[in-house]
Nanobody
Framework: QVHLVESGGGLVQPGGSLRLSCAAS????????MGWYRQALGKERELVAS???????EYIDPVKGRFTISRDNAKNMVYLQMNSLKLEDTAVYYC????????WGQGTQVTVSS
């Protein structure tokens, strides 16, 4: 059973920054491509950022240049630095492997509002 615990969300004004953290059990961070997903109210969950075992990263277009995904294999941690936040970034953010494993954490709410 994989356990994923996300933290770091909150309420921020447009243009602000947040850093999300994900603590994972086992070795999934070390051996898997890891991703940050988000689900906005009334929308499907989407993968917004991925980091491959070798460190290569991918982002969806709306977050390119603003979000940075990183990992610490020794600590089984994955991070998402989010800068220049926009209203449309409001969502619950989750981390998981990519493709995802059938075990989700509780997520962390990010609300961008003025």
């Amino acid at each position: 059973q994989v356990h994923l615990v996300e933290s770091g969300g909150g309420l921020v004004q447009p243009g602000g920054s947040l850093r999300l953290s994900c603590a994972a059990s086992g070795n999934i961070v070390k051996i898997n491509t890891m991703g940050w997903y988000r689900q906005a109210l009334g929308k499907e969950r989407e993968l917004v950022a991925s980091i491959f075992p070798g460190g290569y990263t991918e982002y969806i277009d709306p977050v390119k240049g603003r979000f940075t995904i990183s990992r610490d294999n020794a600590k089984n941690m994955v991070y998402l630095q989010m800068n220049s936040l926009k209203l449309e970034d409001t969502a619950v953010y989750y981390c998981n492997a990519a493709p995802y494993l059938n075990s989700w954490g509780q997520g962390t709410q990010v609300t961008v509002s003025s």
